[in-house]
């Protein structure tokens, strides 16, 4: 059965530091990967998607990159955080266009 | 721009009492309807799905109604428990996206009274 491991589960950062968020899937080739972002519990926010390695999309403009260094890896990325970053960030994945996602437990990132 | 719109914000009912969550949208070309169950710190787990060919599915206590022509879905839940409390989010992946795009909506708390 196909899984989906996002760590770490939490994380505090300063202000200004650097970040790095992974999500692996497992029991699946070639999945759609998406990063969301949930603020106060309500809400989610699409902020990227990815059809392939290489192949990133962009929905919102932001202070964040996301890259797809291998199939089933997706990584979400900061040179320099604000405190506007804090928040919910939840991994998916899905078989294609038009399936149903499934997610990870997310990680809850504080900035200082 | 196209969205979806949940009701309501917060939902409280007593235990083996049916819930009911309703959730409109505005893109005619949308065919794809999840429901997602979100625990505290969890992710959101996805519960039922329905399609636009479809206008109802069941799975044991929920079930969910989709009229296309009105443009609304509904989540059933039948003699509730006190776990089925936690936030549930409805979805709608719009006709336009070849991706998969989720919107959702806004979410609706249920507390489960014993």
């Known amino acids: 059965s196909q899984t989906i491991h996002q760590w770490p589960a939490t994380l505090v950062q300063p202000v200004g530091s650097p970040l790095s968020l992974e999500c692996t899937v497992e029991?699946?080739?070639?999945?759609?990967l998406y990063w969301y972002r949930q603020a106060a519990g309500r809400g989610l926010q699409l902020l990227f998607y990815?059809?392939?390695?290489?192949?990133i999309s962009s929905e919102v403009p932001q202070n964040l990159s996301a890259s797809r260094p291998q199939d089933r890896q997706f990584i979400l990325s900061s040179k320099k955080l604000l405190l506007s970053d804090s928040g919910f960030y939840l991994c998916a994945w899905s078989g294609g266009g038009k399936q149903p996602q499934h997610f990870g437990d997310g990680t809850r990132l504080s900035i200082l | 721009g196209e969205n979806v719109e949940q009701h309501p914000s917060t939902l409280s009912v007593q235990e083996g009492d049916s819930a009911v969550i309703k959730c409109t949208y505005s893109?005619?070309?949308?065919?794809?309807f999840p429901w997602y169950k979100q625990e505290l710190g969890k992710g959101p787990q996805l519960i039922i799905d329905i399609r636009s060919n479809v206008g109802e599915k069941k799975d044991q206590r929920i079930a969910v109604t989709l009229n296309k022509t009105a443009k609304h879905f509904s989540l059933h839940i039948t003699e509730t428990q006190p776990e089925d409390s936690a936030v549930y989010f409805c979805a709608a992946i719009l006709g336009g996206t070849s991706y998969g795009k989720l919107t959702f909506g806004q979410g609706t708390i249920l507390t489960v009274h014993p």
């Open positions: 893109d005619s070309a949308s065919n794809y």
């Open positions: 990815s059809v392939g390695i290489g192949q």
């Open positions: 029991g699946t080739s070639n999945p759609n």
